[in-house]
């Protein structure tokens, strides 16, 4: 094993920064398990190389791991297939493969070498993998969650030839009966007919059993090998590029006036977006816009689900209203966020089990006992964030999460933020009126009233669009002169001069050197006294803010 810790961006732009790896041989495979097992709260990830039994092909592929087992006579690591490496592929591959040591026949690849990296996020995955003679607990798992709409994949053989056979469908009942040897578990699965052409099948899947055949139809029995249960299936979503997108995104009100008008924006899994610009500037209308609550044309998706389909995308969204009057005032926190989690169909039992989850990360699990009015305003934010998390959604969305907070509880609602989004692997979009809390964010959208979106990118990009590439002349003057602004905008080569208090900027596209020692002599020409000189003071979203909506620079919306 050769393992590397080292914190590192991945330059793959499609593939999420991880902070772990280790490397190991097939050989070698239980080392690999036992590095899995300590890091099992993690969301893990693996590539694999190695032949696959069933052709003796080989293979390559990259994927999460969804369970790892290590026995007496069996050591395995199951994965759900993200991306099939392989350079020349003969056959698609099944969707979840388990993987054995290099000697292994029993598994479905025999590994020559397998990669596992472990994500900065926690594992907030709700799909379930069971070996088929593990049916049984598949089966008092279900009847636990108590869920209307659980989908299944099954592969195994069929009871009356014994050829291998794969179902996908609904599973629409599970019971367990008592076996010859054990007690042996099954479920019944709804397969629609591809293509819509014929009719619905009903197959029982049962557990392999040595000495009685199906009590069943053969022929629609299945005898499982592997079985991947989605417990939810309503999160099911299509393949998506960007977890938000919108494209000439337009809200056009009954007097035919645009409130927004062909916005365009995108941001990836896990990404954070600021929204920032000045009040009727359209902040708002978007994010209703992109939750389905007000009427609007183009293309407006939420994890690649249209966000007209409001029964449907509402399950991938959470969102936190500025007004936190929504909230029940004489619940406590727990029973809100039990309160607005049953509108998803999740089971009491595990609302409270995320909750204490969430309410601890947030920092006010030693306010479960109390009502929600008798928080203060800091741990009412995070209670609303928290109720708005409860249903795992895939982004959330804040109307202006830190208005009315002081400086303090605004900087620690930015560190739960942040925490969430790498713990939780969340995406968060956040309307805000603070341009320097765009600084915490991978994108920043800027609106203005009229025009809407007017720039948009990372932070250091729309910052590198001003002159000189962000970089100016800062002076500190020793006290606030109403003179120098003036003064120095009338130096030779200045483009324009932001001030905030004793501090100036002066952005120019001449060399900072020259055009510093011209603004030090205009400003002692006049008696103005200068503090400290700066010949490269670096802008901030604040500077790149004002520039913008005074029409000092033009904006850029990056693709």
């Known amino acids: ?132 003679r593990d049916l049984q607990q598949a089966v008092k798992d279900l009847e636990k969650m108590k869920s209307q709409d659980v989908a299944c ?59 009685m055949g199906p009590r069943f139809n053969p022929n629609l029995t299945v005898l499982a090998s592997k079985v991947y249960i989605m417990p939810y299936a309503w999160k099911l979503a299509p393949e998506y590029r960007d977890v938000v997108a919108t494209r000439n995104l337009t809200v056009t009100i009954k007097s035919g006036k645009k409130l927004i008008e062909n916005v ?36 407006c998706r939420i994890a690649g689900i249209d966000s007209r389909q409001t029964q449907k995308v509402r399950h991938f969204f959470g969102y936190c209203p500025q ?66 998390l409860a249903h795992n959604p895939r982004v959330l969305l804040m109307d202006e999460p830190t208005s009315g907070l002081d400086p303090d509880n605004r900087s620690e609602l930015w560190r739960y933020l942040t925490f969430i989004n790498q713990e939780y692997g969340t995406s968060i979009v956040v309307i805000t009126h603070y341009p320097v809390e765009a600084e915490f964010c991978d994108k920043v959208a800027v609106f203005m009233r009229g025009k809407s979106l007017v720039a948009y990118g990372t932070p250091a990009r729309l910052k590198e669009s001003m002159p000189s590439r962000g970089f100016a002349v800062g002076i500190v003057l020793n006290d606030v002169d109403p003179r120098a602004r003036e003064t120095l905008e009338a130096v030779e080569g200045a483009k324009f001069v932001l001030q905030r208090g004793e501090l100036l900027k002066i952005f120019t596209d001449e060399p900072l ?3 510093a020692e011209k603004c030090v002599s205009a400003l002692k020409e006049k008696g103005i006294g200068v503090k400290i000189v700066k010949t490269k003071s670096v802008a901030d979203m604040v500077d790149f803010y004002i520039a913008i909506t005074r029409g000092l620079i033009q904006g850029i919306i990056e693709k």
């Open 323 to 388: 007004d936190l009057s929504y909230m029940y005032e004489t619940f406590t926190p727990l029973e809100n966020i039990i309160a607005f989690g049953k509108q998803y169909d999740i089971p009491e039992w595990q609302l409270i089990q995320r909750g204490k989850t969430l309410l601890r990360d947030f920092g006010v699990l030693e306010k479960g006992n109390s009502a929600s009015s008798e928080l203060s305003g800091g741990q009412q934010r995070r209670v609303s964030i928290a109720i708005a």
């Open 513 to 515: 050197e020259i055009i």
């Open 1 to 132: 094993m050769i393992p590397n810790t080292d914190l590192h961006d991945a330059t793959d732009d499609e593939k999420p920064a991880f902070v772990e790896e280790a490397y190991f041989s097939g050989a070698r495979i239980g080392e690999a398990i036992d590095w899995c097992v300590i890091r099992q709260d993690r969301e893990l990830h693996c590539e694999v190389e190695g032949i696959l039994n069933s052709t003796g092909k080989e293979v390559r592929f990259r994927g999460r791991i969804l369970k790892v087992k290590k026995g007496v006579l069996s050591r395995k690591i199951a994965v759900f297939v993200e991306e099939d490496l392989r350079r020349r592929k003969a056959g698609e591959l099944e969707k979840v493969l388990t993987i054995g040591s290099d000697r292994t026949s029993q598994q479905d690849v025999s590994v020559t070498q397998i990669t596992v990296q472990n994500y900065l996020k926690r594992n907030m995955a709700d799909d379930l993998f069971y070996e088929g």
């Open 264 to 299: 365009s924006f995108s941001i990836k899994e896990g990404e954070m977006l600021a929204i920032i610009g000045e009040s009727g500037a359209g902040k708002s209308t978007t994010v209703k816009a992109l939750i389905g609550d007000i009427p609007s044309t183009g293309v």
């Open 153 to 211: 994949t099954v592969w195994g053989k069929r009871a009356s030839d014994k050829l291998p056979i794969m179902i996908h469908g609904k599973v629409i009942g599970s019971s367990t009966a008592p076996a010859p040897i054990l007690p042996e578990g099954s479920l019944e699965i709804r397969v629609e007919p591809e293509g819509d052409v014929g009719d619905a099948k009903i197959y029982h899947v049962a557990q392999p059993q040595l000495l």
